[in-house]
């Protein structure tokens, strides 16, 4: 069933459908190996393995001269962030760069990753399971479809996002606690990261994914020409690294304003574009 009316006509949302096809899609992701496996091993990494490595090894890191690698990086932080590492030894202060300062940006890559792989999944594994045309002749609006595949994906990113965070900051804690002589984490930065910016980067993955996904035949296909969504987080790495742009509360907050209206024009231009006929005709 299409959308009716004329364009720019206010259009009636069932939200029981909308929670109806993500409880769909949610429970598919969750018996398939191929999406499970990436949304839980990426995060253990990033959350669990490196940092743990970070805060129970920062010790032999400072003796072994891994202050030298580090200099350039603090060097080149605005004199404001330097100054929240006056009174630490080394060790805090590799543990403080690198998990509080370094890793921040790489965490955004949880969020984006769950919500395109899920995305990437949400037609063209459809078209794979067989189970697309049914779905496409169901009485739902084009509207209806969308959104509930926009929920679908993003709601389990946002979920993981967060419980990533809960964990980060436990092992953070636990692993770095001698070296820093107490709790240290979160900040305010990692804050409002976690709930401002990592939802609206979320979304802007798997709007992307899911325009994609409606137009390729295969789960793979849409992955791989999704995958490109990271590298604006990847860029945000290296801009760091390169000293170009700093993670503090008001960076935060201006790059995820900016997202946000993304997801906003990705929203408008998906729901004016998305044609459950097109797709029929390509199937």
Do not use: C
């Not at 590799?94 to 965490?107: D, T």
């Not at 697309?132 to 993981?160: Q, R």
């Amino acid at each position: 069933m299409s959308d009716s009316g004329r364009p720019g006509r206010m259009i009636a949302i069932n939200w029981r459908t909308l929670r109806t096809l993500a409880s769909r899609d949610l429970k598919v992701v969750t018996r398939s190996k191929a999406m499970m496996l990436p949304m839980v091993i990426v995060p253990l990494i990033f959350v669990v393995a490196l940092p743990a490595a970070v805060g129970l090894f920062a010790p032999q890191m400072a003796a072994s001269g891994e202050m030298e690698d580090l200099a350039s990086f603090l060097e080149m932080m605005p004199a404001s962030m330097r100054e929240s590492f006056a009174g630490y030894n080394e060790a805090q202060v590799i543990v403080v760069a690198l998990l509080e300062h370094f890793f921040a940006p790489m965490f955004l890559i949880i969020p984006v990753m769950v919500a395109s792989t899920i995305a990437a999944g949400s037609f063209a594994g459809e078209k794979e399971r067989k189970t697309l045309e049914a779905l496409l002749h169901t009485p739902t609006t084009d509207t209806e479809l969308f959104l509930g595949k926009l929920l679908a994906s993003w709601v389990p990113a946002f979920t993981v996002g967060l419980s990533a965070f809960v964990l980060y900051a436990l092992v953070v804690n636990l692993s770095a606690w001698q070296v820093m002589g107490g709790l240290f984490f979160p900040n305010a930065t990692w804050v409002t990261l976690v709930l401002w910016l990592a939802p609206a980067a979320a979304g802007v993955g798997l709007g992307t994914m899911i325009l994609v996904s409606s137009k390729v035949n295969s789960f793979q296909d849409a992955y791989q020409l999704g995958s490109l969504v990271v590298l604006p987080v990847i860029l945000l790495v290296f801009g760091q690294l390169a000293g170009v742009l700093y993670l503090n509360v008001l960076t935060v907050l201006a790059i995820g304003l900016f997202l946000w209206l993304v997801d906003a024009v990705i929203l408008w231009f998906g729901i004016r574009t998305f044609k459950r006929s097109e797709i029929i005709a390509r199937l």
